[in-house]
T-cell receptor, first 117, second 116 residues
Framework: NAGVTQTPKFQVLKTGQSMTLQCAQD?????MYWYRQDPGMGLRLIYY???????DKGEVPNGYNVSRLNKREFSLRLESAAPSQTSVYFC????????????????FGAGSRLTVL | GNSVTQMEGPVTLSEEAFLTINCTYT??????LFWYVQYPGEGLQLLLK?????DKGSNKGFEATYRKETTSFHLEKGSVQVSDSAVYFC???????????????FGTGTRLKVLA
């Protein structure tokens, strides 16, 4: 089925460990996003990528790095995990571009629940 | 900057009750507005959207009207069901002028619980 696939679904880390969350979409979308969801905070944008080869910071980028490997894949890396990064992480994608005059719908993955001890 | 404010939850209703979840926004320009729904253990999925003033988005009995004069996009449903229990997020699109793409700004979410 077409959509956004995230791995892993669950991960437990110790403080200081590193890990990468993987995301892939098969809808030929240009734009991809990483959000984190925390109770009472809604969704906050970590990083986004307008197109292959470009990435930009969102609202809460500190402690994270991203790679837009190709048009399909957008990974999120935690180099040295901290308890404050315990959260549910969502990857999303959207069709976009200069010829699209109105924002299109975001398609979300199922989420990755990360716990940092 | 642009922002979205939605009512605090949780909202608890009996089946067949009328639902309103308030959402107001602050934005420059003319954003598109969205309601997303998140069922337990799942990602968010689009419920409805509106792209310009006075547009009404609707889906599955839910409706919301883009009100520019009051900067609001309130979600309504005439008769809720137990299956509507979920978290509802209001969101707006924020264009990134240099790239032709958009960022999406979300409210904090409102949890709805419908009792049989």
């Amino acid at each position: 089925n077409a959509g956004v696939t995230q791995t892993p679904k669950f991960q437990v880390l110790k403080t200081g460990q590193s890990m990468t969350l993987q995301c892939a979409q098969d809808m030929n979308h240009n734009s991809m996003y990483w959000y984190r969801q925390d109770p009472g905070m809604g969704l906050r944008l970590i990083y986004y990528s307008a197109s292959e080869g470009t990435t930009d910071k969102g609202e809460v980028p500190n402690g994270y790095n991203v790679s837009r490997l190709n048009k399909r894949e957008f990974s999120l890396r935690l180099e040295s995990a901290a308890p404050s990064q315990t959260s549910v992480y969502f990857c999303a994608s959207s069709e976009s571009g200069a010829t699209i005059l109105k924002a299109n719908v975001l398609t979300f993955g199922a989420g990755s629940r990360l716990t940092v001890l | 900057g642009n922002s979205v404010t939605q009512m605090e939850g949780p909202v608890t209703l009996s089946e067949e009750a009328f639902l309103t979840i308030n959402c107001t926004y602050t934005a420059t320009g003319y954003p598109s507005l969205f309601w997303y729904v998140q069922y337990p253990g799942e990602g968010l999925q689009l419920l409805l959207k509106a792209t310009k003033a006075d547009d009404k988005g609707s889906n599955k009995g839910f409706e919301a009207t883009y009100r520019k004069e009051t900067t609001s996009f309130h979600l309504e449903k005439g008769s809720v069901q137990v299956s509507d229990s979920a978290v509802y997020f209001c969101a707006l699109s924020d264009p990134v002028s240099t790239s032709g793409t958009y960022k999406y700004i979300f409210g904090t979410g409102t949890r709805l619980k419908v009792l049989a």
